[in-house]
Every structure is written in C-alpha cells, then in structure tokens.
C-alpha cells in the first residue's frame, strides 16, 4: 500500500521561495514516477512536475524555470523547490505515485498524499 505524507507548506511573500517534501513508502513496482500536483478550491487537480525512476523530469508550462522537482532515493523522499513563487501559485500541493512512464506523462498518476497547502501574499 503506497503511502505519501507532503510538508513544508506555509505562507510566503510574492517573489519568495518555498521548498515541500514528500515522505514515499510502500510499493514494489521498479518503474514508477512521482510526482507534484496543485489544486484550488472549485478547480481541478493539475500536474506541475513529475520525476521518472530514471531521472527524467517534466514540468507544466506555468512553473517551468521556476519549480525544481528532486527525488533523494536514500531518504525515500520527493522535493518541490518553489521559487519566484506568485499568488497564482496559492494551493494545496499534493505528491503522487505512478506506475508507468506513459501515464504519468499525461499526468494519470495512481496514488496521491493529503497535501501541504502554500500560500502567496502579494
């Protein structure tokens, strides 16, 4: 059973940085892909960034030269880094696992954590 657990969300000034962290454990599947997804109350899930099992990295138009996706493979854990974030980027922010390259280039990702909620101030 997967499990994924967000933190370091908080409140930041616009123009700001902010780094989330997701803590990942529990499946067996060797060519599985994590990633960052955001939600505003009354929109739909999106896909901000995703990582591969082999390094590769995506990211949606409106973070991309700004967002960085990290995984440290020793500490099971996923990283977000958020810079010159804008109220636009206000959300919760969730992680997620999938099971395969080619759903989670579509962003269909299988399993998601509870989510970490950033805000931006203007």
């Known amino acids: 059973q997967a499990q994924l657990t967000e933190s370091g969300g908080g409140s930041v000034d616009a123009g700001g940085s902010l780094r989330v962290s997701c803590d990942y454990s529990g499946w067996s599947f060797s060519r599985y892909c994590l990633g960052w997804f955001r939600q505003v109350p009354g929109k739909e899930r999106e896909g901000v960034a995703g990582?591969?099992?082999?390094?590769?990295?995506r990211y949606a138009d409106s973070v991309k030269g700004r967002f960085t996706i990290s995984q440290d493979n020793s500490r099971n854990t996923l990283y977000l880094q958020m810079d010159q974030l804008g109220p636009e980027d206000t959300a919760m922010y969730y992680c997620a696992v999938g099971i395969s390259r080619s759903l989670c280039e579509t962003w269909r990702y299988k399993t998601y954590g509870q989510g970490t909620q950033v805000t931006v101030s203007s």
């Open positions: 990582i591969d099992y082999d390094g590769t990295t």
